[in-house]
């Protein structure tokens, strides 16, 4: 019970210290998701997002859990990515669905084929590229969510903004630099 009591303090706690993200959307209690399918090849919304180098549909929102999870799919992917960045707040989960996909997680580069996974811990700097000449697919999962659909729905979009330093921190990222991977 005295486990149960301190544990209870603890959490109390939490939103006075006003830690990032503080789990924010996770701990708030609200009705559980309904379940949906999202057919193969569709967004949850029915929505069209583009990066330049694939397109993204949204297959799980953070609204569904808490703010605990987003997960989205990239595909028809062609060489190029991401910069090599870190997210402060979360993890990022990639599993690659259909081809080939270089991936930089902090010094390491490793080459993922289709059914391998790779985790990239918050804090630490990544990126990844489809291999030049497959078709490829990512899966890609954020924990928690953060804010990552916003910085995704506001960047997959014709003619984005900016995307410096300041860009990158107001969504709770550090830019580190270009793409080891930029052709």
């Known amino acids: 019970m005295q486990r149960r009591a301190f544990l209870a303090s603890a959490m109390a706690l939490i939103p006075a210290a006003d830690l990032p993200g503080a789990a924010l959307a996770q701990m708030a209690s609200t009705a559980p998701a309904e379940p949906h399918v999202v057919p193969a090849g569709e967004d949850r919304l029915g929505e069209h997002h583009s990066r330049g180098y694939s397109s993204i549909l949204f297959k799980v929102l953070p609204r569904e859990t808490n703010g605990g999870l987003l997960i989205l799919e990239h595909w028809n992917m062609t060489r190029g990515g991401p910069p090599l960045h870190m997210h402060l707040h979360q993890e990022e989960w990639f599993y690659v669905v259909e081809g080939a996909v ?3 997680i902090g010094d390491e580069r490793k080459r993922l084929q289709a059914g391998d996974s790779i985790l990239g811990p918050r804090n630490v700097p990544h990126t990844f590229a489809a291999v ?4 490829s697919r990512l899966m890609i999962a954020f924990n928690p969510a953060g804010q990552m659909e916003e ?28 793409s080891p991977f930029a052709a």
């Not at 030049?132 to 078709?135: E, Q, T, V």
């Not at 506001?154 to 410096?164: L, R, Y």
């Open 102 to 104: 270089d991936f930089q």
């Open 132 to 135: 030049a000449g497959k078709s």
């Open 151 to 178: 910085f995704l729905r506001v960047t997959g979009v014709p003619d984005p903004p900016v995307q410096d330093a300041a860009f990158f921190a107001h969504y709770g990222m550090k830019l580190i630099g270009p």
